[in-house]
C-alpha cells in the first residue's frame, strides 16, 4: 500500500515544471492523477509518463482563465475517477520586465493566470472537494511577500493568491476542507529560475545568499505536497509554507539589471 491508494488528485498546470514534479510524486505514492495545461500535447506526454510510473492517469487540455474549460476539466476528472480528494493549483505566468514598462495586457495576462485562474479552479473544485479531509494545495512563490525588482506584476498575483488561500480557508474550514499555500524558492531545473537566473553567475550569486547554500528540488516541494495533503497535516489550514531554503530570511535582491537591459 502506499500512502495516497485510491486518492485522486487533480493538479492545474500539471504538465510541466514544479506541477509536474508534484503529480509524479503522487503518482509514485498510489495516486489517481488528472493533469491540465493549456498545450493538449503537454497534456498528452504527461499523461503517459505519470501511466509509466505505474498508477492511473488522465488529463485535459484547458485554459484556467476560461471558467467554462475548467468546469469542464473537473467533470472529465470525476467522470474518470469518480472522486477528487486533493487540488493542487499551479498554473503561473511570469516574465521580466520593470513596472513601467509593462503594459496593461502583460499585467493582466499574469493576473488572469495566476488569481483569476486560481479562484476559476477552486470555484470548479468546491462542489467536488465538499467533504471532510479533502486538501487544497496553492503554489504561489515568494513574490508574494518579497518584493522583486522586474517583478511588480507577479508580487501582486502571488500576493493575491495568498491571500484567496487563507480566505477560502476560513470559509471551507467548517466543511472539513483545508486549504494551504506553498511557496517554493529557487528550484533547480524549472522554467522560473532560468528566466530568473539564466546563467552560471546569476545561480552562483542566488545560492550564496542562500541560508541553505543550496537550490531546491522538485522533490522539495513534492514531498511538502504530499505531506500538506496526508493526515498528519490534519490540524493546519490558512498557511503560506516556504519552500525556499530560507530564502525569504535573506532576501538579497538578484541582480535583475544585467536582464532588464
Same mark, same amino acid.
Given at each position: 500500500?502506499?500512502?495516497?491508494?485510491?486518492?485522486?488528485?487533480?493538479?492545474?498546470?500539471?504538465?510541466?515544471?514544479?506541477?509536474?514534479?508534484?503529480?509524479?510524486?503522487?503518482?509514485?505514492?498510489?495516486?489517481?492523477?488528472?493533469?491540465?495545461?493549456?498545450?493538449?500535447?503537454?497534456?498528452?506526454?504527461?499523461?503517459?509518463?505519470?501511466?509509466?510510473?505505474?498508477?492511473?492517469?488522465? &488529463?485535459?487540455? *484547458? @485554459?484556467?482563465?476560461? =471558467?467554462?474549460?475548467?468546469?469542464?476539466?473537473?467533470? $472529465?476528472?470525476? #467522470? +474518470?475517477?469518480?472522486?477528487?480528494?486533493?487540488?493542487?493549483?499551479?498554473?503561473?505566468?511570469?516574465?521580466?520586465?520593470?513596472?513601467?514598462?509593462?503594459?496593461?495586457?502583460?499585467?493582466?495576462?499574469?493576473?488572469?493566470?495566476?488569481?483569476?485562474?486560481?479562484?476559476?479552479?477552486?470555484?470548479?473544485?468546491?462542489?467536488?472537494?465538499?467533504?471532510?479531509?479533502?486538501?487544497?494545495?496553492?503554489?504561489?512563490?515568494?513574490?508574494?511577500?518579497?518584493?522583486?525588482?522586474?517583478?511588480?506584476?507577479?508580487?501582486?498575483?502571488?500576493?493575491?493568491?495568498?491571500?484567496?488561500?487563507?480566505?477560502?480557508?476560513?470559509?471551507?474550514?467548517?466543511?472539513?476542507?483545508?486549504?494551504?499555500?506553498?511557496?517554493? &524558492?529557487?528550484? *533547480? @531545473?524549472?522554467?522560473? =529560475?532560468?528566466?530568473?537566473?539564466?546563467?552560471?553567475? $546569476?545561480?552562483? #550569486? +542566488?545560492?550564496?545568499?542562500?541560508?541553505?547554500?543550496?537550490?531546491?528540488?522538485?522533490?522539495?516541494?513534492?514531498?511538502?505536497?504530499?505531506?500538506?495533503?496526508?493526515?498528519?497535516?490534519?490540524?493546519?489550514?490558512?498557511?503560506?509554507?516556504?519552500?525556499?531554503?530560507?530564502?525569504?530570511?535573506?532576501?538579497?535582491?538578484?541582480?535583475?539589471?544585467?536582464?532588464?537591459?
Amino acid at each position: 500500500m502506499s500512502g495516497f491508494d485510491g486518492k485522486t488528485v487533480f493538479v492545474s498546470g500539471g504538465t510541466s515544471g514544479i506541477n509536474l514534479g508534484i503529480a509524479r510524486h503522487f503518482a509514485r505514492e498510489g495516486a489517481r492523477v488528472f493533469v491540465i495545461s493549456r498545450d493538449p500535447q503537454k497534456v498528452e506526454a504527461a499523461v503517459a509518463e505519470l501511466r509509466a510510473l505505474g498508477g492511473e492517469a488522465d &488529463g485535459l487540455s *484547458a @485554459d484556467v482563465r476560461s =471558467q467554462e474549460a475548467v468546469d469542464a476539466a473537473f467533470a $472529465a476528472c470525476v #467522470e +474518470r475517477f469518480g472522486q477528487i480528494d486533493i487540488l493542487i493549483s499551479g498554473a503561473a505566468g511570469n516574465f521580466v520586465a520593470w513596472g513601467k514598462d509593462i503594459s496593461s495586457n502583460g499585467f493582466r495576462a499574469v493576473m488572469e493566470i495566476d488569481v483569476l485562474g486560481t479562484h476559476h479552479v477552486m470555484h470548479a473544485a468546491w462542489p467536488h472537494l465538499k467533504k471532510p479531509g479533502a486538501c487544497v494545495i496553492n503554489i504561489s512563490a515568494p513574490q508574494g511577500s518579497v518584493a522583486m525588482v522586474g517583478q511588480s506584476h507577479v508580487c501582486a498575483a502571488k500576493a493575491g493568491i495568498d491571500m484567496l488561500t487563507r480566505a477560502l480557508a476560513l470559509e471551507w474550514g467548517r466543511d472539513g476542507i483545508r486549504v494551504n499555500s506553498v511557496s517554493p &524558492g529557487p528550484i *533547480a @531545473d524549472t522554467e522560473g =529560475q532560468k528566466r530568473l537566473m539564466p546563467n552560471e553567475d $546569476a545561480v552562483a #550569486e +542566488r545560492v550564496a545568499a542562500i541560508p541553505l547554500r543550496r537550490m531546491g528540488s522538485l522533490e522539495d516541494v513534492s514531498e511538502l505536497c504530499a505531506f500538506l495533503a496526508s493526515d498528519k497535516a490534519g490540524y493546519i489550514t490558512g498557511a503560506v509554507i516556504p519552500v525556499d531554503g530560507g530564502t525569504t530570511l535573506n532576501p538579497t535582491p538578484m541582480r535583475m539589471e544585467a536582464i532588464l537591459k
